[in-house]
């Protein structure tokens, strides 16, 4: 009964080698969100998607993309991995609406970068 | 910094014992949200509590909040080895804003 699911759960990717993650839900929620988590840090949200609608966090690098091609997916793609792009990726869900709703996290992508 | 601040940042205990951690924040808020992750592993939601609450109950947890002090705390009563984790709270409607979190370990 996985709500959530990331694949791989750990990803070797080379300096500058173009690399996708992939994020699954089951719970038909309207949102999905990525967060960058590096290590003994707080997860840091990169962007979320509403529907269709995607929302960029102002400070995330243009290197990181998203894509939502139905409400069951999203991915992540990072276009030139550099070695600060080492960590955990971590995606979400929730519901959608005007109030705050609990997320619901995968157990993440561990991306090394060599 | 737009994160809040959590205190402390590291905590042991023994198992039975309580454990408490704060969370400190700059801005206004409607809600806040106290999650758990294990190491290595995605988060868990714990508690959300809203802005005209003052109190809230969740098994072992208890999670209190101050607006006119910005602040929150998490209380772990009666605390387990498998309660060791980090703890994190996090502001906003949609897109969350985690604070540094407390690293909770609990001796058996």
């Known amino acids: 009964d996985a709500m959530v699911i990331q694949n791989p759960r750990y990803q070797v990717t080379q300096f500058g080698k173009p690399v996708t993650l992939s994020c699954s839900q089951t719970l038909n929620h309207n949102v999905m969100y990525w967060y960058q988590q590096k290590s003994s840090q707080a997860p840091k949200l990169l962007f979320h998607?509403?529907?269709?609608?995607?929302?960029n966090e102002a400070d995330t690098p243009d290197n990181f993309q998203s894509r939502r091609p139905n409400t069951s997916f999203c991915f992540l793609d990072i276009r030139s991995p550099g070695l600060g792009d080492a960590a955990m990726y971590l995606c979400a869900t929730s519901r959608g609406g005007q109030g705050a709703y609990e997320q619901y996290f995968g157990p993440g992508t561990r991306l090394t970068v060599t | 910094s737009q994160q809040g601040e959590e205190d402390p940042q590291a905590l042991s205990i023994q198992e039975g014992e309580n454990a408490t951690m704060n969370c400190s924040y700059k801005t206004s808020i409607n809600n806040l949200q106290w999650y758990r992750q294990n190491s290595g592993r995605g988060l868990v939601h714990l508690i959300l509590i809203r802005s005209n609450e003052r109190e809230k109950h969740s098994g072992r947890l208890r999670v209190t909040l101050d607006t006119s002090k910005k602040s929150s705390s998490l209380l772990i009563t009666a605390s387990r080895a498998a309660d060791t984790a980090s703890y994190f709270c996090?502001?906003?409607?949609?897109?969350?804003?985690f604070g540094s979190g407390t690293r909770l370990q609990v001796q058996p």
């Open positions: 998607y509403y529907d269709k609608d995607f929302n």
């Open positions: 996090a502001r906003g409607r949609r897109a969350l804003t």
